[in-house]
């Protein structure tokens, strides 16, 4: 279930930008609701990004590479739970949409790149 938890995270953090620059977003911290509203928060400075929750107590490490000025990947280096050890070393591709406001639409990319979904993160802060 919590890889499953997850898959649904990662594939909602990806975003291509119309009224602001992507660079402006490198830096920062976000959140956003997974499938079950739980709260994630995202806290990306240079190559790392800390994706957890409080809500259901995990959290993984991953390095951010950009590929574009608003594509990216993340490969997961490091988790707090065992239940996550499958996904050590695989790579979620993000494209940013759009930014408007404190608003980030992402496409998300998930491991076999089948399947593609389209979420929103909320800009807290950014660096």
């Known amino acids: 279930m919590k890889l499953v938890m997850l898959v649904l995270f990662l594939t909602s953090i990806t975003v291509t930008a119309q009224n602001t620059s992507c ?37 993984f490490k991953s390095k951010v590479n950009w590929t574009s000025e608003c594509d990216y990947q993340l490969t997961i280096v490091e988790v707090n739970d065992s239940s996550f050890d ?31 979904s389209i979420r929103s993160m909320q800009i807290i802060e950014t660096n």
């Open 23 to 59: 660079r402006t977003i490198k830096n920062g911290t976000f959140k956003y609701l997974d499938s079950r509203s739980n709260e994630i928060i995202v806290k990306r400075r240079d190559s790392i990004q800390i994706d957890s929750s409080k809500s259901e107590n995990f959290w």
């Open 86 to 116: 499958l996904i050590l070393g695989k790579t979620f591709e993000f494209e940013i949409i759009d930014i408007k406001g404190n608003q980030v639409r992402l496409k998300t990319r998930t491991l076999n790149k089948l399947k593609e």
